[in-house]
């Protein structure tokens, strides 16, 4: 990849978004979404101003990063897209990045243990537990739909808590246990650009061809279609 030394990584998983471009194995520059809930609209222009600000042509884009999700259903799908098309035409290699892992990132630096929360529905949220070890985040506990009682039965302690919202922490298993602030469960595409380094350096890219966002449960659309027409068939 000498020849494309240029490296993008897009986060498109919550309310807002980011992009950052690196070359080689430094970050270049952020930019960020302006508006909440547009990545349609501003993702693809947002990383033409980036990399016109740099002076970088897509053909020496050597790797892409993109975080899958869970989180925002337009979003990833946007974020995604985006990604394989610069894949595909721009024959870039492509590596997908769980979100959880993303936002395991944020954790301070002192934080011994921390629990990354998303996608609150019916009290059970997508967790996962990471342990530091050293610059690096290890997961001790792999992803999974839980209860908060579940979790916390299971969390070495001490432990911090990612994710906003957060199920009320039930009564005896608060030991040992803090929770952050909601702008700690804000993904950032600098977190996703680090890690998308780590993949390329240890593992084969994703195939653009299946790669694919990582719903946990089905849309909340489809949730109240099923149930206000389950008993309907397509074409009725």
Same mark, same amino acid.
Request: aromatic share 6%.
């Given at each position: 990849m000498r020849d494309r030394p240029y490296n993008l990584a897009i986060e498109t998983s919550g309310r807002g978004g980011s992009v950052t471009l690196g070359r080689d194995d430094q970050i270049l520059d952020t930019a960020g979404l302006e508006h909440k809930r547009r990545h349609n609209v501003e993702l693809i222009p947002k990383i033409d101003a980036l990399c016109k600000k740099h002076e970088v042509v897509p053909s020496a884009v050597g790797r892409v990063y993109v975080s899958l999700g869970p989180g925002s259903f337009t979003g990833l799908r946007v974020g995604i897209t985006t990604a394989k098309m610069l894949a595909l035409a721009g024959k870039a290699a492509v590596y997908g990045i769980p979100t959880l892992d993303v936002l395991a990132q944020n954790a301070p630096s002192d934080a011994a243990h921390v629990a990354v929360c998303l996608n609150l529905k019916r009290d059970t949220v997508h967790s996962a537990v990471y342990r530091r070890d050293g610059e690096d985040m290890t997961a001790v506990l792999e992803p999974g739909l839980r209860t908060m009682a579940e979790l916390l039965e299971t969390c070495p302690r001490p432990v911090c808590l990612i994710g906003d919202p957060l199920p009320a922490i039930p009564d005896g298993l608060d030991e040992g246990v803090s929770v952050l602030d909601a702008t700690f469960a804000q993904a950032r595409s600098e977190a996703v650009w680090r890690l998308g380094q780590r993949a390329a350096a240890t593992g084969p &890219?994703?195939? =653009?061809?299946? /790669? &694919?966002? /990582?719903?946990?449960?089905? =849309?909340? &659309?489809?949730t109240l279609w099923n149930q206000h027409h389950g008993g309907e068939q397509a074409g009725d």
């Open positions: &890219a994703s195939d =653009p061809m299946t /790669l &694919a966002p /990582l719903y946990i449960r089905e =849309p909340e &659309a489809v």
